[in-house]
């Protein structure tokens, strides 16, 4: 377990410096339905279904690139993140703990259970590596300082804490190669990444690894070179990030608060959920963007 405010933290910080900048022109919505708050973005590389969920409309949605089917799920609290396994099975994080959805989404089944349901304690972020273990975060419904933690789960016993004392995690996502499991706390708008332990399926030490004044940090993901694509909430926009943590592109987005975020069809398209705001006639929708 890493405490969190007594970690040493070893700074290699990367602030924005000027990007190329990417207009929004090319985007397609994707789906006709309109979230309250889009989140947890997951999608198989080698399957055109992409999974997202809406926290506060309880909803998970599951969408077909190809012929375009779309699925709802609505029997989660809410529902927070999505993740496949290399079987193609739907497994969501939501305010009761981490649950498989049935392929025909009909129903679910329970896998694991470690939080008071009365602590006003939800899942969050989270990220499933190669081996199909979970990286799952958990944090105060009412966004309580110092409530939050992340977790890891093998699938197989508890979940086993990694690091507490968080407010608002956010980012978590895996780069095998470097292993590195990057995650950020919202709070304090920073991405920071950790170094991946073999010994206790935990990690070794935390470096910072970006800041910027444009927007909050949400949603990420990596692309095959280990480039960090992170979602800003607030900035309209998704940075993309080099592993030196240097900003590569700022792509800006139809809508204020895009929140996650999945790259398809070979890396040249970018799935982007996103939030409602006042005055957005395009937040909470889901879009496609070609890159």
Known sequence: MVQWLQLMVVFEVSYMTQSNESSFKTFSIISSNRQILGEGLSQHDNHQQVYWVDII????????LLTGQEDYFSKFRLPSRTFIDKRRRLFVAHQGGISLVKSDFSSSIDCVDWFDKDSEIRCNDGAMDRDGNI??????????????????????????LIIDDLTIPNSIVLD?????????????????????????????????????????????????????????????CILKISPQGNEELKIM???KLPTSCALVEQESSLIVTSAQHEGDN????????RL
Do not use: C
């Open 135 to 160: 990286w799952i975060s958990t944090m105060s419904i009412l966004h309580e300082p110092n409530r939050a933690s992340i977790w890891f789960w093998n699938r197989k016993s508890k979940p086993k």
């Open 57 to 64: 409309g309880d909803l998970v949605t599951r969408k077909n």
């Open 282 to 289: 395009l937040g909470g929708y889901t879009i496609k963007m």
């Open 176 to 236: 095998s190669e470097r292993r590195r499991l990057y995650f950020a706390d919202s709070q304090n708008n920073t991405i920071y990444y950790g170094i991946l332990s073999d010994r206790d399926s935990g990690i070794s030490k935390i470096k910072e690894f970006h800041k910027s004044k444009v927007g909050t940090p949400d949603g990420s993901i990596t692309d095959r070179k280990g480039n960090l694509w992170n979602a800003r909430w607030g900035g309209s």
């Open 253 to 255: 987005t139809p809508f």
